[in-house]
């Protein structure tokens, strides 16, 4: 199972990037696919989730409005839109898959994903 993320990179304040994160090595349509980041000397955190059969979405408050998380499943490959950005929003961002078992469920603890993405890397200058 692989989990390729890209896209990431330096942008100012109030620029837009997109994220990728392309699936390979099974079948992902119960999954639910997260993206998390993380700043320096601080934990991971939740961003955004998609079912990827239903196309339910759910994104933590501070980016609401801001970014939009979608997938495309003839590519197997989940997208993170970025508007706004802001120097707060600089860290590296993680995409990660569960295997299926909380299916209806729009799980945020990254304790809940099973696969990760190597990471990609979001600096917003101020």
């Known amino acids: 199972v692989q989990l390729q993320a890209s896209g990431g990179g330096l942008v100012q304040a109030g620029g837009s990037l997109r994220l990728s994160c392309a699936a390979s090595?099974?079948?992902?349509?119960?999954?639910?696919m997260g993206w998390f980041r993380q700043a320096p000397g601080k934990e991971r955190e939740f961003v955004a989730v998609?079912?990827?059969?239903?196309?339910?979405?759910y994104y933590t408050d501070s980016v609401k409005g801001r970014f939009t998380i979608s997938r495309d499943n003839a590519k197997n490959t989940v997208y993170l839109e970025m508007n706004s950005l802001k120097p707060e929003d600089t860290a590296v961002f993680y995409c990660?898959?569960?295997?299926?078992?909380?299916?209806?469920?729009?799980?945020?603890?990254?304790?809940?994903?099973?696969?990760w993405g190597q990471g990609t890397q979001v600096t917003v200058s101020s």
């Open positions: 998609i079912r990827w059969n239903s196309g339910t979405k």
């Open positions: 090595g099974r079948t992902f349509s119960r999954s639910a």
């Open positions: 990660a898959a569960d295997q299926g078992r909380y299916v209806g469920t729009v799980p945020t603890n990254p304790m809940a994903y099973d696969y």
